[in-house]
């Protein structure tokens, strides 16, 4: 259990890479892995975030295993006006397509067989002065021994 254990720190790292590499070229948005600002000069602010859960789905005698990494992406910017907003939804379901299309790469001995979206973007959070938007994603992976 502890290779597994391992292995989805390892995963969670290359997922957050492929993110931060994607936010870059969205002007003016930050990236963080499970930290979300709250002062306002540091949004909009994408965060990523492991979700919990057995990542397990099938083993195998030789050892080898199918199993889900899944994540949210979660976007905080200020609430200001409603086409902002709007904005800000498109944004996260852009990302999410991005990743849908190309799957992050995970390294030696996981072979990526998709990327998926979980649950659409949606608002999950509105406190003056900002909203946050959520969207989660799972990566479904075989790990070879």
């Not at 002007?27 to 057995?54: D, F, I, R, V």
């Not at 995970?106 to 969207?135: F, K, M, T």
Request: net charge negative; glycine share 4%; with cysteine.
């Amino acid at each position: 259990m502890p290779d597994r254990e391992i292995n989805q720190t390892n995963i969670a790292e290359k997922v957050f890479d492929t993110v931060e590499v994607l936010t870059k070229e969205l002007p003016g948005l930050g990236c963080e892995y499970e930290y979300l600002p709250t002062n306002a000069k540091e949004l909009p602010c994408l965060m990523m975030s492991t979700l919990p859960g057995n990542p397990i789905e099938k083993e195998y005698l030789d050892g080898a295993y199918i199993a889900n990494y899944r994540f949210s992406l979660l976007l905080r910017q200020a609430a200001e006006e409603t086409q902002a907003r709007i904005d800000a939804l498109q944004s996260l379901r852009n990302l999410a397509n991005l990743l849908e299309k190309d799957p992050p790469e995970l390294g030696d001995g996981c072979q990526v067989w998709s990327c998926q979206v979980d649950n659409l973007p949606a608002r999950i959070s509105a406190e003056e002065p900002y909203v946050d938007y959520q969207v989660t994603l799972r990566v479904q992976y075989r790990a070879h021994r």
